[in-house]
């Protein structure tokens, strides 16, 4: 068993009420197969007009896109595991804190989600770098002025001790 | 309609009339309930041939079929064997589109760590 409904289609009764009616027993007509896996297609988002009376290109196109959208929903699910094991993970301390001894702060949960692509990620990067290099430069900036204000108060303050008799 | 689709279907003009050959589960449905059945195309490839051309009308000439049309072209029609394996290959393709290939689905490899 794999998921794929089509696959996991024509399953035949072998009537006697045991376990080997899930595998098929006897050969069955191609109308027998397509009645088996019509459900599967209408899951799929087919109606049975479409099933029944279109080129069959129309139902591989289908299912292609069934897969896709298994897909999208296999890595949705992946990234809500990701937020639910972050936020475990963030709960865990104060967890075990309840049953020892001092006080634990939980972890910060994520400001923001995670990135969808390696570009945003790497945007993110870049504004996180450009955001570090602006604060460097401010306090460099800061610092600088805080240089030239004490050079200048010393040099005043120099210069009022030389014009002092 | 897509070069794709087009490809799996036989489109000719006959007295000014357009017509679109093709198969669809319904219609192989109504072939092998009429006595259809592809693997004994070797056995009798002429009387099958005609069933074949037959029943790719009923997808979209259901009364071109009860005027007798598919019989009156098919006495006229040239290069049987070109036609033989256009049409087999139409309703081999129409089974083949429809079920998943070994590798569309399945076969996933899954590792677990706890």
Not at chain 2, 53 to 73: C, M, Q, S
Not at chain 2, 89 to 108: A, F, R, W
Request: net charge negative; hydrophobic share 35%; glycine share 6%.
């Amino acid at each position: 068993m794999d998921g794929d409904p089509v696959r996991e289609g024509p399953l035949v009764d072998a009537g006697d009420g045991s376990d080997e009616g899930e595998m098929p027993v006897t050969p069955i007509s191609l109308a027998e197969m397509f009645t088996s896996i019509c459900p599967a297609y209408i899951a799929m988002g087919m109606t049975w007009n479409q099933f029944w009376h279109c080129n069959t290109k129309v139902h591989r196109d289908y299912r292609l896109a069934w897969k896709q959208r298994k897909q999208y929903r296999n890595w949705e699910m992946w990234w809500q595991g990701g937020y639910i094991y972050e936020a475990l993970l963030k709960v865990a301390p104060v967890m075990r804190a309840a049953f020892g001894k001092g006080k634990v702060e939980p972890g910060k949960y994520s400001e923001e989600p995670y990135p969808l692509s390696s570009r945003e990620a790497e945007e993110r990067k870049a504004a996180q770098q450009r955001q570090k290099m602006e604060r460097m430069l401010e306090v460099f900036k800061r610092e600088s002025a805080e240089n030239i204000r004490k050079r200048e108060e010393q040099a005043a303050d120099n210069e009022s001790r030389n014009l002092s008799p | 309609m897509s070069d794709i689709q087009k490809a799996n279907m036989i489109e000719f003009e006959y007295n000014g009339k357009a017509y679109c050959l093709e198969y669809t589960p319904d219609t192989i449905k109504r072939m092998e309930a009429n006595g259809f059945n592809i693997n004994e195309i070797g056995e009798k490839p002429a009387t099958r041939l005609e069933q074949l051309w037959a029943g790719a009308f009923l997808a979209h000439h259901r009364k071109a079929v009860g005027d007798g049309i598919p019989e009156k072209l098919f006495k006229q029609m040239k290069r049987r064997e070109e036609l033989l394996k256009k049409l087999t290959e139409m309703y081999n393709n129409t089974l083949e589109y429809l079920l998943p290939d070994e590798d569309d689905e399945g076969n996933v490899e899954w590792t677990a760590t706890l």
